[in-house]
C-alpha cells in the first residue's frame, strides 16, 4: 500500500515538472534577443551577436538599430566595390555619414575629430576573426566595449558586410556603435582634453 502511495506521488510529480517545463519552452523568454536588426546578412548578424555578448562588453544594454544597419551595409559595400578600407568615402566620414542618414547622433560639447562611432575592417572572412582583431586594438576596444564613460553611453548597434571576390580584400566589415541625442542625459564629467582625444577614434 505504501509502495503504491510512493509510486503515485512520483508520478503526479513527474508530470508537474514536465507540464513546467513544456510551458517555459513554448512561452518566449524575457531575455531573448533577437539580431534581426543588427544585420542584413548571416555575417552581419552574426559579427553583432559576438559583440554584444562579449564578455568583455560593458554596456548594460546594446539594441539592434535598423538606420545604422542600414548605413553600415552601404559603407560595407562602398568599401567592397572600391576596394579600400578607409573611413573616409562617398558618404562622408563616419559622424557626418550617420548625420547625413539621418542618424540624431549625440556628440559630447568640445568633441575633436570625425569618427566617434566606426569600426571597419578587411581581409577578415570569418566574425570571430574580425572581432579578435578589434580585440587587439586600443581604439577599437574601448569603443567596442564601452571601455570609457563616453562610449559606455552608446546604446545602438548597427553592423555591415560585404563581399567582392575580385576586390584586394574581399571581405569588408563595418559596425557603428553610436547614441542618440535625445537619448543621452548629459550627466557626464566635463571631458578634458585628454578625453576629447581619447575617444576621437583615428582616421584612415
Not at 53 to 70: G, H, I, M, Y
Not at 178 to 184: F, L, N, P, W, Y
Request: proline share 3%.
Amino acid at each position: 500500500m505504501l509502495k503504491n502511495g510512493l509510486i503515485i506521488i512520483l508520478l503526479i510529480a513527474s508530470f508537474y515538472l514536465s507540464t513546467k517545463a513544456l510551458q517555459r519552452s513554448d512561452s518566449p523568454s524575457e531575455n531573448k534577443v533577437s539580431y534581426e536588426e543588427c544585420g542584413l546578412s548571416e555575417q552581419a548578424r552574426a559579427l553583432a551577436k559576438l559583440v554584444i555578448e562579449d564578455p568583455d562588453q560593458l554596456r548594460k544594454e546594446l539594441s539592434c538599430s535598423s538606420l545604422l544597419t542600414k548605413i553600415a551595409q552601404s559603407k560595407a559595400e562602398e568599401m567592397a566595390a572600391t576596394g579600400k578600407v578607409t573611413h573616409y568615402g562617398e558618404g562622408g566620414t563616419p559622424d557626418q555619414r550617420l548625420i547625413n542618414g539621418g542618424y540624431k547622433l549625440y556628440l559630447p560639447k568640445g568633441a575633436v575629430g570625425l569618427n566617434h562611432v566606426e569600426a571597419i575592417l578587411g581581409g577578415y572572412s570569418s566574425p570571430s576573426a574580425v572581432l579578435d582583431s578589434f580585440k587587439n586594438s586600443f581604439h577599437h576596444r574601448v569603443h567596442l566595449f564601452g571601455e570609457h564613460e563616453f562610449f559606455l553611453k552608446q546604446n545602438d548597434i548597427g553592423v555591415g558586410y560585404a563581399y567582392n571576390w575580385n576586390s584586394p580584400h574581399v571581405d569588408y566589415w563595418v559596425i557603428y556603435i553610436a547614441s542618440r541625442k535625445q537619448t543621452v542625459v548629459e550627466n557626464l564629467k566635463s571631458l578634458d582634453e585628454e578625453d576629447l582625444r581619447l575617444i576621437s577614434k583615428p582616421m584612415k
